[in-house]
């Protein structure tokens, strides 16, 4: 029988504006400090200030009541300041990119509908018109978006294009005679589709198609189209439709939406990077169309951060659930127990939620990381581009990394609360619901591994977004002259550790956290290197058929993708550590990183013994040494759980009224 290591005392955590309170173990509270990083102070506002009544969702509520409920708690918390971060200044905002990201994280923390509707309104529809406006944009909009005045939309995704938005098919056609911009949907595949808003709520839509300026195409630009009056009603020349029931987020209004010559003033061409001159000639100060859509584009990028941010919340509440379940929940007899056995007493169960809560706190300090890269890069107002690609890259790693991971975790959690894990009024399948499309939309999780890969063979020196195969397999074949291994955080302490790590033998401590590094690293550039390899092979097989020699290696570019972010996130964790300055919270999250660490060379420990970086023997006792801090961690479960951060109240879990056990 585990008996549970002695804690701190606990501490009274002020939570909702009934001021009720949250007691935490003083390891739990130091574990939430050292999790919610420089944000604490914004993260722990949040918590104080938002009473959980106001924030979660009836899960019995219809679609229409949970549409309405969502749009009525959105402006209520706007009418308080949220959703304001990450505007300028002198339009109402804030000014701070990172703040927006931690606010969307939040929120994630109570509904996912609330979360994404907020993310469509301001992250969406706002960020496009204060990253892809000019000053006249913003004046007149952003104010009025931040108050709710004016409810909008992002038009993006079409019927016949998702993820390849250059070939949509709306087009966006100069008028010189009337001076506006002629939208039009050709096809009934340029209908837009799936988009947030426009079933129910929006009045203005951002809607991406091609600009056609004196007979030329000049790609995809933004432009800004009211789609209904201030009564709601639907303007002329536009369709709306409604998608309907979906497999979650119930309270976001997706829908269709249609142009049939919508005429608007050219004004509202969003033309920071290109537009059209009063003589009606098109002008731009980036040359060529590739460069100048990946450009716009790239400003749109914190949408990436906030998805992958508000997954890695999704897969925290679950965890939070589950074990707090499982340390409530007795099953059968077991000699040395007073009664049955705590379910996170199994070593069975501790498999389940204990290496998940680990990654949960790696991805956790890699998204921390994330937003301050956000911060550094965007904030500045003139972004280098080389950081401006690996910020593109890293984003579109986590955002895949983090969705995958966070979907897994629910199921696994709803599976291990048995049968009361499936009732609604338990949180889980709701969670795991409006979760599941995380994967898919802000990029679909395998295109954005794709473009992680592009990043990595080709030394962030094209444009990132580009999914141009004859290009990529081009500058591997010629220039790819084996992977250099950048580290990304805490890089004096990474160098002393993996340095300390090579003078050792291989067959070392398995908790040795150089040892750890260094296998993440060699397997991140072997498989770089192979890859390239693969690729000049296939090309010379193929001659110029790039999309074959592409296509055959897809399996090795999706692994190359994924090992690079194991990395990131591997030193993410111990850059988090090195930061953390209570004792008791740093040996704990040692322990979490060896279990994230070990797990994931358990996971491929049938490339790493086929590449002889592992015997069979030392395999067998990385399985062997997880259980163990399974079971090391085990006394440590609810401070883990507090840690993570998610207030009790929060949880929305009414199995969870029942006494913890220990």
Not at 132 to 144: D, F, K, N, Q, V
Not at 531 to 557: P, S
């Amino acid at each position: 029988m585990t008996t549970p290591r002695p804690t701190r005392p606990t501490q009274e955590v002020a939570t909702g504006r009934q001021q009720t309170t949250e007691p935490l173990t003083g390891l739990g509270g130091a574990l939430r400090a050292a999790l919610d990083g420089p944000y604490h102070p914004q993260r722990s506002r949040i918590r104080e200030e938002l009473d959980p009544a106001e924030v979660l969702r009836d899960p019995a509520m219809t679609t229409e009541q949970a549409r309405a409920w969502t749009t009525e708690t959105l402006a209520r918390l706007s009418a308080r300041g949220y959703g304001h971060a990450g505007f300028p200044q002198q339009h109402g905002g804030t000014g701070d990119l990172a703040v927006s990201v931690v606010d969307f994280e939040m929120t994630a923390h109570a509904d996912l509908s609330l979360t994404v509707k907020s993310g469509v309104h301001f992250g969406l529809f706002g960020g496009a018109i204060a990253n892809l406006g000019t000053e006249h944009h913003h004046a007149e909009l952003i104010p009025r978006l931040l108050s709710m005045e004016l409810p909008g939309c992002f038009a993006m995704t079409e019927v016949g294009h998702g993820s390849d938005v250059q070939s949509l098919e709306t087009t966006l056609t100069h008028d010189v005679a009337t001076d506006e911009i002629v939208v039009h949907s050709p096809t009934r595949s340029a209908t837009k589709t799936y988009i947030g808003g426009a079933a129910r709520d929006a009045r203005m839509a951002v809607v991406f198609g091609q600009l056609v300026v004196a007979g030329r195409s000049h790609g995809i630009h933004a432009v800004l189209v009211p789609v209904r009056d201030e009564d709601g009603a639907v303007l002329p020349g536009v369709a709306t439709g409604d998608n309907g029931a979906k497999g979650g987020l119930a309270g976001v209004d997706n829908g269709t939406l249609a142009f049939d010559q919508v005429r608007v003033p050219r004004r509202m061409l969003l033309d920071r990077y290109g537009g059209i001159d009063d003589e009606g000639r098109y002008r731009s100060r980036i040359e060529g169309d590739n460069r100048r859509f990946f450009t716009m584009l790239g400003t749109l990028v914190r949408g990436r951060v906030c998805v992958a941010g508000g997954a890695g919340v999704a897969g925290r509440k679950a965890l939070s659930i589950a074990t707090r379940y499982a340390l409530q929940r007795r099953q059968f007899q077991g000699e040395g127990y007073d009664g049955e056995v705590l379910l996170l007493d199994y070593l069975s169960h501790q498999r389940k939620l204990l290496p998940a809560i680990a990654t949960a706190y790696a991805l956790g300090f890699a998204q921390n990381e994330l937003t301050l890269t956000l911060q550094r890069v965007q904030g500045s107002g003139a972004p280098d581009l080389t950081a401006q690609r690996e910020l593109e890259t890293r984003a579109a790693g986590m955002k895949a990394v983090a969705t995958r991971w966070a979907n897994d975790t629910v199921q696994v959690c709803r599976e291990a609360c048995g049968g009361a894990g499936y009732m609604a009024e338990n949180g889980l399948t709701v969670l795991r619901a409006d979760a599941d499309v995380f994967a898919t939309f802000e990029g679909d999780n395998t295109v954005l591994l794709q473009l992680v890969a592009k990043g990595l063979l080709t030394h962030y020196s094209e444009m990132f977004g580009d999914l141009d195969m004859l290009g990529m397999v081009q500058f591997a074949a010629r220039s790819f002259g084996g992977a250099v291994i950048e580290r990304t955080a805490a890089r004096p302490l990474l160098e002393r550790i993996v340095g300390a790590a090579q003078r050792r033998s291989e067959e070392g401590p398995l908790l040795d956290r150089g040892w750890h590094v260094t296998m993440f690293e060699e397997r991140e550039r072997h498989v770089l290197d192979t890859l390239a390899q693969r690729m000049r092979t296939a090309r010379k097989a193929r001659g110029e058929d790039a999309f074959a020699a592409f296509n055959t290696t897809q399996d090795h570019v999706l692994m190359a993708a994924r090992v690079h972010m194991d990395r990131v996130v591997l030193e993410a964790f111990v850059a988090g550590i090195d930061a953390c300055a209570d004792p008791a919270a740093r040996e704990v999250l040692e322990r979490l990183c060896d279990l994230y660490a070990l797990s994931s060379l358990e996971a491929d420990s049938g490339w790493f013994q086929a590449h002889n970086r592992m015997s069979a023997a030392r395999a067998k006792a990385v399985t062997s040494q997880v259980n163990q801090l399974c079971a090391d961690l085990r006394p440590d479960a609810l401070a883990l759980v507090e840690g993570m951060g998610v207030p009790t109240a929060w949880l929305g879990s009414a199995m969870l009224a029942g006494p913890q056990g220990g």
